[in-house]
């Protein structure tokens, strides 16, 4: 199983709604990342996380909110986001951190968000 | 200057033709991914290189780390092909992916 699992696959929701995204995989890695990407742009990573803990927020506004309860679950809880924040939203896993030597990166298929 | 430079930005060939697509960076690197996106939004992994050549069926992947210059090419192209085609870098310090701005592929039939 080399997969990377979101869901959903595609999200509306109004400014007032709290939503979750979720992230799985079930290749033992052990770190995982969340990127934000608009259209015709590439990624721009939002949070990692290394063996469950936060490592990395790249200033990320407080509506969104990361979790990692458990080695193989990743979740991105949405509360009061603005129509700027539509945007595909990718989910990575590694094995290892990418600082490590030859980790590679999977990606999941992305949850297409439309804030109204 | 971004550090990750693809080129061309955009590209549409006819089914069968050989394509390449290039990717310069400015920085030192631990590896280098290139990437493929379709239009749905997932994004597979096709490459991960830190020297030399690799070749998956039609796809064949090439690293010059003294010039620091990534090339994929694609052989037979086929409609299938298009999709976007990103680059990406692991520096050697930072745990971070720097991302290309991708590459458009158009293959028609």
């Known amino acids: 199983d080399t997969e990377v699992t979101q869901t959903p696959k595609h999200l509306v929701m109004g400014m007032t709604n709290k939503k979750s995204l979720k992230c799985e995989q079930h290749?033992?890695?052990?770190?995982m990342y969340w990127y934000k990407q608009k259209a015709k742009k590439p990624p721009e990573l939002m949070f990692v996380?290394?063996?469950?803990?936060?490592?990395i927020n790249e200033s990320v506004p407080s509506r969104f909110s990361p979790e990692c309860p458990n080695s193989s679950l990743l979740n991105l809880h949405l509360h009061a986001l603005q129509p700027e924040d539509s945007a595909l939203y990718l989910c990575?896993?590694?094995?290892?951190?990418?600082?490590?030597?030859?980790?590679?990166?999977?990606f999941g298929q992305g949850t297409r968000l439309t804030v109204v | 200057k971004n550090e990750v430079e693809q080129s061309p930005q955009n590209l549409t060939a006819q089914e069968g033709e050989f394509i390449t697509i290039n990717c310069s960076y400015s920085?030192?690197?631990?590896?280098l991914h290139w990437l493929q996106q379709h239009p749905g939004g997932g994004i597979v992994s096709l490459f991960m290189?830190?020297?030399g050549k690799k070749k998956h069926g039609r796809l064949i992947a090439t690293i010059n780390i003294q010039e620091k210059h990534s090339s994929l090419h694609i052989t037979a192209s086929h409609p299938r092909d298009s999709a976007v085609y990103i680059c990406?870098?692991?520096?050697?310090?930072?745990?971070?992916?720097?991302f290309g701005e991708g590459t458009q592929l158009t293959v028609n039939p």
């Open positions: 990575a896993s590694s094995q290892r951190s990418l600082g490590v030597m030859n980790t590679e990166a999977f």
């Open positions: 290749m033992g890695h052990r770190a």
């Open positions: 996380y290394s063996y469950e803990k936060l490592s």
């Open positions: 920085v030192g690197i631990s590896a």
């Open positions: 290189l830190s020297s």
């Open positions: 990406a870098v692991k520096e050697t310090s930072g745990s971070r992916l720097t």
